[in-house]
């Protein structure tokens, strides 16, 4: 079992920059590839952003390219999503996940954090 834990959210204005940390309640948290989707009112969950538990590879969806960078520290049991340039389209409440078999990107994965709400005003 890994429980995932969320923080860094908050109330920024378009163009601020925020870091999201989810802290893993496990050392096999480096044997997972991590994720992170958002979920705005009245939307779908969409996928972020993705890591390999070696961090050697990311993939990230056209939306935040080049504005969103996810890294992980597993040494800390940790992972990031620097968050700039941010605009009122990226609120959302941001979710981080961890899979062992690669289907982050499909929204299949086998744990889910609480989530953190993020929110850019304009």
Not at 47 to 73: E, L, N, Q
Not at 91 to 114: F, L, P
Request: net charge positive; aromatic share 10%; hydrophobic share 35%.
């Amino acid at each position: 079992q890994v429980q995932l834990v969320e923080s860094g959210g908050g109330l920024v204005q378009a163009g601020d920059s925020l870091r999201l940390s989810c802290a893993a309640s496990t050392r096999t948290h480096s044997r997972y590839a991590m994720g992170w989707f958002r979920q705005a009112p009245g939307k779908e969950r969409e996928f972020v952003a993705t890591i390999s538990w070696s961090g050697g590879s990311t993939y990230y969806a056209d939306s935040v390219k080049g504005r969103f960078t996810i890294s992980r520290d597993n040494a800390k049991n940790t992972v990031y999503l620097q968050m700039n340039s941010l605009k009122p389209e990226d609120t959302a409440v941001y979710y981080c996940a961890a899979d062992r078999s690669g289907r982050i990107v499909a929204g299949i994965c086998d744990y889910w954090g609480q989530g953190t709400q993020v929110t850019v005003s304009s």
